[in-house]
């Protein structure tokens, strides 16, 4: 490790202590300090998962339940492995509730680092950098489960408790890594989402304040507003700080397609994707600042045709963040089939053991990244109607009617009587069923989607230092 890794931002790049240029390009760890439906199988959000494997194991096997999960889910193996592919970096989802409980307020749990700070080291030993991320904050910065929201509200912006707690835990985060070369920076709100477009700014400028007090040299990475698409309440470029985006393309979702052509009612082609790339990265682009992609890939169906055009989408993608010399991080590197480089073998101890769930997740349409409504047609078709007929002018914050409909019928509704079936499952298991079940996600016992390896790796080669 060495001290001449850290990195800083110099005008429209980025660079080392030495002046050498450095693209972080890489992948995301979803799943693995926050966990999210679709990447490992359970229903609805990580509390509540958590909360019922803890009804139904007790609270010593419980624990090992989610020990081993974190231990086997990211080894040496994986980091030597993202490196092998010439890429340099690893987003770090986490979640605050890790390292603090909502009924210890403002006590931080040493322990939630011990994790953390063991894949930062393997990264760090295979030359690859890490961001951390923070994924779920109190209160939620979003409306959707992969902040950890039962709901569909984001109370992060309307009580002060809860962003006095979100910038304690930062103070704690950055005196810890203060200094660390191989920590490219840090992350404070995945996907913000504050529907009156006026707290994020005070916030953020609260949260870049307190960081630059315990730690002033590493970079700060700003996600714009609406799940980091809007920037037009951002004002001047702040010192030592890279915006970023996230860009995830119509065609390449899993009711997405064909490309070219009309997803979702909206032709998209190579031109367009390149257009929303720059309306995305109009803030940076036009300030001639670094775009770093925080999020963007495709998911693979397994249906040959449809995953062959989803290629398509990604290298467009790729050669488009080659042409504007972004930096880019694809979700994700890990999961149990969808969208991963390494995914659970679906003969695996895990994967047999949780399959009924993810059939009935598919045909319920509750997996909410991973599956569509077509099951369900029946109950969402009368709704959408409904709506359109009664209430045609309503458009809620972020997304629309059509995307809240979803959310709370499929997402929440239908998904929370699923939480203790899919428990369950695991009753009775001893120590040595968790261990195995767990192993599943060990490296060595993982399938791999080799084209996307090749795809990511034929653009990782800028990734290196250059002088």
Request: aromatic content about 14%.
């Amino acid at each position: 490790m060495t001290g001449d890794a850290l990195l800083s931002v110099r005008g429209s790049t980025l660079v080392d202590r030495n002046g050498a240029t450095v693209l972080l390009r890489g992948f995301g760890l979803g799943g693995w300090m926050n966990m999210e439906n679709f990447i490992t199988g359970y229903p609805a959000n990580e509390e509540a998962h958590r909360g019922s494997i803890r009804r139904v194991l007790g609270e010593e096997r419980y624990r090992l339940f989610f020990e081993r999960f974190l231990e086997y889910f990211f080894t040496e193996e994986d980091a030597r492995y993202i490196a092998s592919l010439g890429l340099n970096l690893v987003r770090l989802p986490i979640n605050y509730r890790h390292f603090e409980d909502d009924m210890r307020p403002f006590e931080i749990d040493e322990t939630g680092f011990r994790h953390l700070d063991r894949v930062i080291d393997l990264c760090a030993r295979h030359g690859v950098y890490t961001i951390i991320d923070l994924h779920a904050l109190p209160g939620y910065q979003n409306q959707h489960w992969h902040s950890d929201n039962p709901t569909h509200r984001a109370l992060l912006w309307q009580h002060k408790h809860f962003q006095d707690r979100t910038v304690h835990l930062w103070e704690a985060i950055a005196r810890r890594y203060r200094g660390n070369p191989w920590v490219a920076g840090y992350n404070p709100i995945n996907e913000p989402a504050d529907p009156s477009e006026e707290m994020i700014m005070p916030f953020y400028a609260r949260l870049y304040e307190a960081i630059r007090a315990q730690d002033p040299d590493h970079i700060v990475f700003l996600e714009g507003n609406r799940y980091s698409q809007d920037f037009h309440m951002f004002g001047d470029p702040w010192e030592n700080v890279v915006y970023t985006n996230h860009d995830y393309a119509l065609p390449g979702f899993v009711d997405g397609g064909p490309y070219p052509g009309v997803s979702r009612g909206t032709y998209v082609d190579r031109e367009v994707l390149e257009q929303t790339f720059r309306r995305r990265s109009a803030y940076m682009l036009e300030r001639g600042l670094h775009v770093w992609v925080g999020e963007f890939g495709p998911v693979y169906t397994g249906d040959p045709e449809a995953d062959a055009m989803r290629y398509r989408v990604l290298r467009d993608q790729l050669e488009i963040y080659d042409r504007y010399g972004a930096s880019w991080a694809i979700w994700l590197y890990k999961d149990i089939g969808l969208h991963g480089v390494a995914y659970a073998a679906p003969d695996s101890p895990w994967m047999r053991r949780v399959a009924p769930m993810v059939e009935k997740k598919a045909r319920l349409g509750a997996d909410a990244w991973g599956s569509t409504e077509q099951g369900v047609t029946q109950v969402m078709q009368p709704i959408r109607e409904l709506f359109a007929r009664e209430f045609p002018e309503y458009a809620p914050f972020p997304f629309g009617a059509s995307r809240d409909i979803q959310e709370l019928v499929r997402h929440i509704l239908l998904s929370e009587p699923m939480v203790d079936e899919f428990a369950e499952l695991f009753r009775g298991v001893t120590e040595e069923e968790i261990d195995m079940l767990m192993r599943s996600f060990l490296f060595e016992n993982c399938r791999l989607r080799t084209p996307l390896a090749e795809v990511l790796s034929e653009h990782a080669g800028t990734a290196a230092h250059s002088g």
